[in-house]
């Protein structure tokens, strides 16, 4: 199994300062995407067998099941397909299985959802918004670098508001 870097240009993401998330979990299959975050790009998966880039990330290919791949890092620009707000209001609801965990709780209010990225796939992630464009699907959006809770880095997108 090829479990190296791609070629291509690396774009560099930029860092933005946001409420710390939470940490990641880590598996040992997918730990080169956080590796790329840590070096400061958006990396994925490209099938060593059909060029596919893999998303979710997986140690086989969901068109040919080839378990080659490569990390390779994508163009951070995409459009958003949906998002949410969590209000305020979710942060004062007592602690229960409904109730937003920390560091959720302390966000609030937070906008969430997926982003179609140029590269043909759909991530999930925290949207960086103060104007509330980002709540209408198509808005262009961009992948940043932004802190967890215990010092990782993870990414998230950012609209760039007026």
Do not use: K
């Not at 060029?51 to 163009?75: Q, V």
């Not at 602690?95 to 990225?117: C, H, K, N, Q």
């Amino acid at each position: 199994m090829a479990r190296h870097r791609g070629g291509g240009d690396v774009v560099a993401l930029e860092r933005i300062d946001a409420a710390p998330g939470p940490a990641p979990h880590v598996h040992p299959d997918v730990a080169g995407f956080w590796e790329s975050l840590r070096e400061g790009h958006l990396s994925l998966q490209r099938c060593g067998g059909c060029g596919t880039i893999r998303f979710p990330l997986s140690t086989h290919c969901h068109e040919c099941l080839s378990d080659e791949y490569a990390w390779e890092a994508i163009d951070p620009h995409g459009t958003v397909n949906v998002a949410i707000r969590a209000p305020e209001t979710v942060s004062t609801l007592p602690a229960s299985g409904v109730s937003l965990p920390e560091p959720w709780r302390s966000m609030t209010p937070y906008l969430t959802g997926a982003v179609d990225m140029e590269v043909g796939v759909r991530l999930p992630g925290r949207i960086i918004c103060d104007c509330g464009r980002a709540l209408t699907p198509g808005t262009p959006v961009r992948a940043v670098l932004l802190d967890a809770a215990d010092g990782a880095t993870v990414y998230g997108f950012v609209h760039d508001c007026e």
